[in-house]
């Protein structure tokens, strides 16, 4: 079994900052990649960033430039630095691991933490 716990969403102002971390747990081998998406009511889910475990990094057009994605191996944990936020930036963020368990490629996806960025 394998947890993802995020952290870090939340208000914040137009032109303001947040962090969002994302800790997995359990019996994890090895994660290859690690990912951020979001989703706002009646939309589909869209890839924000992600990385792989080279640390290769992949960024939707939105968010490039203000948005930085990284990973702590060590910890089994990912963030989302989010700088300049817009009001468009607001949605709800999931994190996204794509992990090694018990021999066996598998995905995850975590519960999800509210942006809200205030014009």
């Known amino acids: 079994q394998v947890q993802l716990v995020e952290s870090g969403g939340g208000l914040v102002q137009a032109g303001g900052s947040l962090r969002l971390s994302c800790a997995a747990s359990?019996?994890?081998?090895?994660?290859?990649?690690m990912a951020w998406y979001r989703q706002a009511p009646g939309k589909q889910r869209e890839l924000v960033a992600s990385?792989?475990?080279?640390?290769?990094?992949n960024y939707a057009d939105s968010v490039k430039g203000r948005f930085t994605i990284s990973r702590d191996n060590a910890k089994n944990t990912v963030y989302l630095q989010m700088n300049s936020l817009k009001p468009e930036d607001t949605d709800v963020y999931y994190c996204?691991?794509?992990?090694?368990?018990?021999?066996?490629?598998?995905?995850?996806w975590g519960q999800g933490t509210q942006v809200t960025v205030s014009s």
């Open positions: 990385i792989t475990s080279g640390g290769s990094t």
């Open positions: 359990g019996s994890i081998f090895s994660i290859n990649t």
């Open positions: 996204y691991i794509n992990c090694v368990v018990r021999g066996t490629s598998r995905n995850y």
